[in-house]
C-alpha cells in the first residue's frame, strides 16, 4: 500500500474502491416508500458505508470555539477513524489521522487541549502540531539507517473546512467543496448558526453515551421525524412543560420539510416551540426579543426559525435542534452501535445566565439521562435489534408520508414540501445514501438537486 | 580564558524567546529571561533537536520542540522526562547593548551548582 505518485508521497493512502454488494436497488423503492431492514443490520452494508459514506463525505468535527488557539486541538471521528483537529500557528486548521506512522499506536489519548507536539508512548516518535515528523527516542539509529523524517509524517485527513463557525473535515481527496456539499442548506444553516452577528459557540464538554442502534436511526429521526415527538415523547413534554407536545399534524400549514443533497431540516414557525421544552422562561424571552433583529438580518422566514419546533441532520451523521441548542454527532460502531457525542451551542453574544439555562436544559432533555433522549434511545435500540430475526429481517418498512406535499411555486431554496409532519426529508436522505453507495467515486453520485444558492457564499 | 565573542544585540532578542546563534562551530541557544541573556548547547542530550525551535516555560526552563523534555536554562540540568543529562551552559557578558559569550566558561548559576 506504499504507493507514492511521482516526488510526493501520497501519505493518505486508499485501497482501489471494493467491489459493491449486489442488487443495491434492491434495498428500496421510495416511490412505494418501501425499504429493506438489510440497512440497520447487514455487516457489508455496513463495512461498504464505513468507505461509501464515512471515508468520502464532508463529516463534522469541531467548532472554532474549541480551538481558538495555535495548538489547540480536539480528537473525534470520521466514521471509525480517529482523527485530530489542529489549530496551526497561522490560523488554519488541519486534520491528521491520530495513528503513529511507525507500529499505529494512537500518539493523542485525550479528547480535547492544547499540545506543543503528539508524541507517540511506543517508540517516542514526536510529531509537531502540522502532523511533521519532528524526532524520535534514540534517533541516531534512524539517521544511521538513513530514514527521511518528511516522508514519516502523520497522515493528513484530504480537506477542512468551515461554515458559519462548524468544521468538516473529508477523507476523500475527490470530494466537491464544503459550499458545494452543503449547498442549499446553507441557507437554513444561517437561521440558528448566523441569526447573531457574532455567530455561535460550544459551551462545557461534550457528552458522550452509547446507544444500541444502527446509526442511520438516530439520524432519519432528526432529518426529518417529528412525528414521532406527540407519541414517544408525551410523558417527557408533560413532566418538562406540563402538557403535551404541539399537535403539529393539524396545522401544516405553516410548517415545512426542505432538503438538499441529502441533508433534511423538518420546522414550524412557532419561534420558540423547541426551547419550550426546556422549561425556562428567561430563555423564550431572549429568542422573543431577538427575533426581529434576526427578521432584519435574514427575512421573516428565518427569524421564526430560531428556536421553532424543529431538527436537522447534515448527512450523514451530524444533527441538532434549534432552540433546545443541542449539537451531536452520532458515530457509526458497528452495524447495530453508536457512540454518540453532544455539545451544547449558543450564541456567543448571549448573557451569561443565558448560556447557563441553554446547557442545563440540553442536559435535562437531549442528554443520557435527558428526559427525551431516553426515549429515543430505546425505540431506535430495539428498531435494531428486533433485526436479528431472520425472518422479521425480510420484511419491508413503510416511510411513505407526504407524498403528493412537494412545494414546486416557492423562492426557498432546496427541496421543499408542505407539513412537518411527512417523510420527505427521510426518503432524500436514503436516495442519497443509496447514490452514494452505487457511486464508486464522487465523480459518479448523481447530481440530483439544483442549488439556487451560489458556491461562494 | 578565551576571548568573548558578540552573540547578539540586545534588542534582536525579545523578552521571553530564544534563538539560534552559531559561533566559534558551536550552535547555542541563547535565551532572554526577562532582560537576563543565557546561552547553552543547542543540541539536546536525549536525542537529535534543537532546543532553540522549543518553547520558553515555567519562567527558565526551555521545553524540548521534539519529546518536550525540559531543562533548566540558567543551570543546564534536566527537569524532566526523557531528559536525563544536563546540557552545557556558556557564561554571557553584559555588555551594554552587546550581549558576548564565552565559550571557555559555564554560566555562572551551574559554577555555582554544587
Redesign the interface.
Known amino acids: 500500500m506504499c504507493n507514492t505518485q511521482g516526488d510526493t508521497p501520497i501519505r493518505l493512502k486508499r485501497r482501489p474502491i471494493a467491489q459493491s454488494i449486489e442488487n443495491l436497488d434492491q434495498l428500496m423503492n421510495l416511490e412505494k416508500g418501501r425499504m429493506s431492514r438489510d440497512l440497520f443490520w447487514d455487516r457489508d452494508i455496513y463495512e461498504q458505508e464505513l468507505e461509501r459514506i464515512f471515508a468520502r463525505c464532508w463529516l463534522f468535527v469541531g467548532h472554532e470555539s474549541q480551538i481558538p488557539k495555535a495548538g489547540d486541538y480536539v480528537s473525534t471521528y470520521l466514521g471509525e477513524d480517529n482523527v485530530l483537529i489542529v489549530r496551526q500557528k497561522d490560523g488554519s486548521v488541519k486534520g491528521f489521522l491520530n495513528t503513529c506512522p511507525h507500529r499505529g499506536n494512537k500518539v493523542c489519548f485525550a479528547d480535547l487541549g492544547n499540545a506543543r507536539q503528539f508524541v507517540c508512548n511506543y517508540h517516542g516518535w514526536a510529531f509537531g502540531i502540522d502532523g511533521a515528523l519532528k524526532g524520535m527516542h534514540a534517533s541516531e539509529t534512524y539517521e544511521a539507517a538513513g530514514m527521511d523524517k518528511s516522508e514519516h509524517g502523520l497522515h493528513p485527513v484530504a480537506h477542512v473546512d468551515s461554515y458559519r463557525g462548524l468544521i468538516f473535515a473529508t477523507l476523500d481527496p475527490e470530494a466537491p467543496s464544503l459550499a458545494e456539499y452543503l449547498g442549499d442548506m446553507r441557507y437554513y444553516l444561517d437561521a440558528v448558526f448566523n441569526m447573531d452577528e457574532g455567530g455561535t459557540e460550544f459551551i462545557g464538554g461534550c457528552v458522550k453515551s452509547v446507544i444500541q442502534c444502527n446509526w442511520k436511526y438516530a439520524s432519519e429521526n432528526f432529518v426529518g421525524d417529528i412525528l414521532h415527538a406527540g407519541w414517544t415523547h408525551d410523558s417527557g413534554a408533560k413532566a418538562m412543560v406540563g402538557g403535551p407536545v404541539a399537535e403539529v399534524h393539524k396545522t401544516p400549514e405553516q410548517s415545512y420539510h426542505v432538503n438538499f443533497n441529502g441533508h433534511g431540516w423538518e420546522f414550524n414557525q412557532d419561534i420558540v416551540g423547541n426551547c419550550a421544552t426546556l422549561g425556562e422562561k428567561d430563555l423564550l424571552k431572549y429568542l422573543y426579543v431577538l427575533q426581529p433583529k434576526v427578521a432584519e438580518r435574514l427575512g421573516e422566514l428565518r427569524s421564526k426559525m430560531i428556536g421553532a419546533i424543529s431538527s436537522c441532520t447534515l448527512f450523514p451523521n451530524t444533527s441538532f435542534l434549534p432552540g433546545q441548542n443541542t449539537f451531536r454527532t452520532w458515530h457509526p460502531r458497528g452495524p447495530g452501535q453508536i457512540e454518540l457525542h453532544t455539545w451544547t451551542f449558543v450564541n456567543k453574544s448571549a448573557p451569561q445566565e443565558i448560556k447557563d439555562k441553554w446547557r442545563k436544559g440540553t442536559m435535562m432533555t437531549f442528554s443520557p439521562s435527558g428526559v427525551f433522549e431516553m426515549d429515543d434511545g430505546e425505540n431506535w435500540e430495539y428498531s435494531t435489534r428486533s433485526n436479528a430475526g431472520f425472518v422479521t429481517r425480510q420484511q419491508d418498512l413503510y416511510l411513505g408520508l407526504g407524498h403528493d406535499t412537494r412545494v414546486e411555486d416557492t423562492d426557498l431554496p432546496g427541496n421543499v414540501f408542505q407539513g412537518q409532519i411527512n417523510e420527505a426529508n427521510q426518503r432524500a436522505f436514503y436516495q442519497r445514501w443509496l447514490d452514494l453507495m452505487k457511486a464508486d467515486s464522487w465523480k459518479t453520485v448523481p447530481q440530483r438537486d439544483v442549488p439556487k444558492m451560489k458556491e461562494g457564499v | 580564558m578565551s576571548q568573548p565573542i558578540l552573540l547578539l544585540k540586545r534588542a534582536d532578542l525579545e523578552p521571553g524567546k530564544v534563538r539560534k546563534c552559531e559561533v566559534g562551530g558551536v550552535a547555542l541557544a541563547v535565551y532572554n529571561l526577562n532582560g537576563t541573556f543565557y546561552a547553552t548547547q543547542d543540541g539536546c542530550t ?4 534543537s532546543l532553540s525551535e ?2 520558553i516555560v515555567d519562567d527558565d526552563c526551555i ?1 524540548c ?4 523534555g525540559t531543562f533548566h536554562i540558567p543551570t543546564g540540568q534536566p527537569m524532566s522526562f ?1 531528559c536525563e543529562h544536563p546540557i552545557r551552559t556558556f557564561k554571557v557578558i553584559d555588555e551594554g547593548e552587546d550581549v558576548l559569550v564565552d565559550l571557555d566558561q559555564e554560566s555562572d548559576e551551574a559554577a555555582d551548582a554544587v
Open positions: 536525549h536525542a537529535t533537536a522549543g518553547d521545553a520542540p521534539v519529546h518536550d526523557p
